[in-house]
């Protein structure tokens, strides 16, 4: 326990002498650089203006709900399910399932595992097929081309092997956080995708610098965006009617920015050790929105950081259930799916006027398939060898992959 006392020992200390006031984050109201103004050229439900105040519909911020977005990243496993399986019990504070968001990538997924959560209501959005890891010669100088075959083609595998309506596939997050600038927020527009969830932002949080702005809610870009351009290329041009939900960093131990709960540190073990640190590094994130604009509050990971502790207790996992459950018992706090708070942006009611529940009947995968390729799969992989659980007969001739979503041709 000493190393969690001297963690908070620190960040304590550092916030009094003043080190967490970051340089880089302005001073100043939204106001100063806005140049989009709701109004006859910006209307709901079709256009949001960036901004750090609730729509205007709703006059009281009691009213206003406390959206925490639950989202996991890459393939869906046998073993990760059961977790994701264990967090869907919980129940909002109106008596409806949590829902969360998978920005599912293609190897090694399960797609009838998928077909389950989508199933029970949870939001299903797009990763990318590759998830290539050179982020520097692949994804940096991707061009239209390639972002529209990674959009495309995965969204295809995703209604045809886990049995979805296509129009149900909504959202994005590109690999490695890299925003493909105009490039890709054009390939989204085209491929008729509703919102992006990939674009950090830093200077508009509830806790960067002496005056903080406040967090961002999303918006849409029918307007060049206002948003700092913390990872990759940000987009110069407009695109009406494409939303974008803006990752609001979280403030970590050390008092250091981080977009994902994989990037969250401490001075010491602490998050790797005990579950109470990470209880409390969530509730004090999160009480940092709740306590001012209400902004949507974030938490994004990949499953393997709640396996990435030094105990076989599981603090992290712990630590993490342990938040939802003490957050699910606030009445104005919903925790629900990306798509969920976008439909809530374009028609926006107090919070207790949220009563549907996520749509839990539609059919099941009932005869899933295990599909076995050896040589050749892409030789990006690297293996000798892949297994491919489906939901649609038979089996596709060869691994499905960019543009061979049947797996009709042999993979290079």
């Not at 911020?61 to 264990?86: C, G």
């Not at 959202?171 to 600038?181: D, K, M, N």
């Not at 009563?355 to 539609?362: K, M, Q, V, Y």
């Amino acid at each position: 326990m000493a190393g969690k006392a001297l963690g908070v020992l620190l960040f304590a200390l550092m916030q009094v002498i003043g080190v967490l006031s970051f340089a880089e984050c302005p001073e100043g109201s939204l106001d100063e650089v806005l140049v989009c103004r709701e109004g006859p050229d910006c209307k709901a439900p079709d256009c949001r203006c960036p901004s750090v105040e609730a729509p205007a519909k709703i006059n009281n911020i009691d009213d206003v709900p406390q959206f925490v977005i639950l989202s996991f990243d890459d393939a869906v496993t046998k073993e990760n399910y059961k977790y994701y399986e264990d967090l869907m019990k919980l129940n909002n504070h109106n008596g409806c399932p949590i829902s969360m968001t998978f920005f599912v990538s293609h190897a090694y997924t399960n797609y009838s595992l998928v077909h389950e959560l989508y199933r029970k209501g949870q939001e299903i959005a797009v990763h990318s097929v590759s998830h290539y890891s050179d982020v520097e010669d692949y994804w940096r100088p991707a061009s239209y081309e390639t972002w529209v075959s990674e959009i495309k083609s995965m969204k295809e595998i995703l209604a045809r092997h886990a049995s979805m309506a296509p129009e149900a596939i909504k959202g994005f997050r590109a690999p490695f956080l890299e925003v493909g600038g105009d490039k890709m927020f054009r390939a989204l527009q085209d491929l008729g995708f509703e919102y992006d969830c990939s674009w950090s932002t830093l200077h508009y949080t509830n806790w960067c610098g002496t005056k903080p702005r406040g967090a961002m809610w999303p918006y849409t870009l029918d307007y060049p965006s206002i948003q700092d351009c913390q990872i990759g290329r940000c987009p110069e041009g407009k695109y009406p009617g494409l939303w974008v939900a803006p990752m609001v960093d979280l403030q970590d131990n050390r008092g250091e920015p981080c977009s994902m709960l994989d990037t969250c540190q401490s001075y010491e073990d602490e998050l790797e050790e005990y579950e109470t640190a990470v209880f409390s590094l969530l509730k004090r994130n999160f009480e940092m929105n709740y306590n001012n604009n209400k902004a949507p509050f974030g938490l994004y990971s990949h499953y393997s950081w709640l396996l990435a502790d030094n105990s076989t207790s599981r603090p992290r996992r712990k630590g993490y259930k342990l938040f939802l459950e003490w957050v699910v018992q606030k009445e104005d706090v919903i925790v629900v799916s990306m798509e969920k708070v976008i439909e809530w942006m374009k028609n926006p009611v107090p919070v207790s006027k949220i009563l549907d529940c996520p749509d839990t009947f539609r059919s099941r995968c009932l005869d899933p398939l295990d599909c076995t390729y050896k040589n050749p799969v892409p030789s990006f992989l690297d293996i000798d060898e892949i297994i491919m659980n489906t939901c649609r007969r038979p089996c596709p001739e060869n691994f499905p992959w960019l543009e061979n979503i049947d797996g009709a041709k042999p993979n290079k």
